[in-house]
């Protein structure tokens, strides 16, 4: 175009471009308009006639416009073409900060990386790789470098460490033909058992059976070898002082989950021996993946193995309470009836035996064991509110020993005991039925966020990846644990509600 040295500049460049606008002999003045980006930037008046140098140094589209000006005032409208500059650089964005990888093991570079440049768009087609020139054969710390340049020439490098370890194939071989062949003995078995059952059942009509059968089930002699681990388990663990001070916690279940448990150390065994369940179970899911567990990924299965038990025992132990508490008022409407038609109370509490079934009616059989192995009344009652520790039972073991220390009409107490049973029994039912709503909306709180997690995982698995994997994750991770933690004690303490 006449005038301008550069009429345009259709493609894309990464430097300054310098327009000059030179006017013929007949212009007296003129006044030019800078547009980028359709948006104008400049305007600048000339009112004598000399050259113009227009200097273009930033990221955009760019139009110039002139208005000239002759002798005699008119005008003409010069317009320039387009002039397109492009300065920044594409960028790259690697969905992982290192790769580790074993010797052998088919590495594509490509996979799940992004590049982008604002003018260009998607540039993935365009990334480079040294991919080539790394030896992934030997062990060792290699370096990834991603490339990407733009149509202007604008260029933009990433690096990626891999560390390259040596290959377990073997090693995996080897604990996926074990685990296979533990399969296959154990599959044996169990044909072998089942065959041999069909085997007795067609000759058992040819045969006398034996007046004491003392052979277990398969389930039978798997839980009894369960048992007998426990045992062993527990004796390591009695040897111990911390262990012996833990499991004083666990004493409280002793015949009452389990009657095979002779003490609180049993309980901690048992937590052990499923713990070391779940590891064998997490090792045996990896080695079908044909990988190998971190310290990290062993670590995990071990602390939800040794804490879940609790999960069960704390559930069971309520129930039980629950159950005892809530039969606990048909046995002082039963010892009370008893004492109005002239019974004592060791005959009393024989009656609730018989009566009554259930977790109520196994801690009256305790009671009237003890009674009749000669501890007194106020001992057996206080055993059994140490059992229990509910507030209707201290209360019930205080009257009794009071009306045994000094005499008093025991069937009036035993009135006023069912009394305020039965009261404190309809408040809670009434109560329970106006926080029903309110309890249902904080376990639905409480479920949410799990939930959210879980179907976050299956859709996306690698999408939390980055808590564990990195530094920072983790004690992003902790804080987000220990802020749910309180917020589940919070509410609990907000909606807990004494009587």
Known sequence: MEGLNISSQENYVNEDINVVFTPNSSITGYEYTVYKNNVAIEKVTVSENKPTNILLNETGQYKIEIKTYDLYNNEQLVTSGYYNIDKESPTIELNETVIDMQVGDILKPLEGIKAYDNVDGDLISQVRTNINDLDLTTPGVKTLTYTVSDQAGNTTSKNLPINVAESTANALFLVQLTIICILFIIAGLVIFYYRSMKLEKRLAKYSVEPLKDNSLALFDNFWAFYYR???????????????????????????????????????????????????????????????????????????????????????????????????????????????????????????????????????????????????????????????????????????????????????????????????????????????????????????VPILFVIFVSIINPGYFKVFYTTTLGGIVLGIIIIMYIIYIFVIQKIMKVRM
């Open 229 to 447: 681990q426990v045992t062993k388990i527990s004796r390591l663990l009695n040897k111990s002082s911390i262990f012996t001070k833990y499991s004083k916690h666990y004493n409280k279940y002793v015949n009452i989950l389990n009657k095979k448990y002779q003490s609180g150390t049993d309980f901690v065994a048992s937590k052990i021996l499923v713990s070391l369940i779940f590891v064998l179970i997490a090792i045996f899911s990896k080695t079908i993946q044909y990988e190998l567990l971190s310290i990290y990924e062993v670590c995990f299965p071990l602390l939800i193995g040794f804490f879940m038990p609790d999960i069960v025992y704390i559930s069971k132990y309520k129930i039980h309470r629950n159950r005892v508490e809530n039969d606990l008022l048909q046995a002082i409407i039963i010892m009370n009836n008893a004492f109005k038609s002239g019974r004592s109370i060791t005959q009393a509490i024989a009656l609730v035996t018989m009566e009554l079934d259930g977790a109520i009616s196994e801690e009256f059989k305790k009671m009237h064991l003890e009674i009749s192995f000669g501890l007194s009344i106020d001992v057996v009652f206080k055993r059994f509110s140490e059992r229990i520790k509910l507030e209707e039972v201290t209360y019930l073991t205080a009257s009794l020993s009071i009306l045994n220390k000094t005499g008093g009409n025991i069937i009036k107490v035993f009135s006023s005991i069912e009394k305020s049973l039965f009261d404190k029994k309809k408040l809670k039912l009434e109560l329970a039925s106006l926080t029903g709503s309110s309890k249902l909306i904080i376990y639905a709180l409480f479920a």
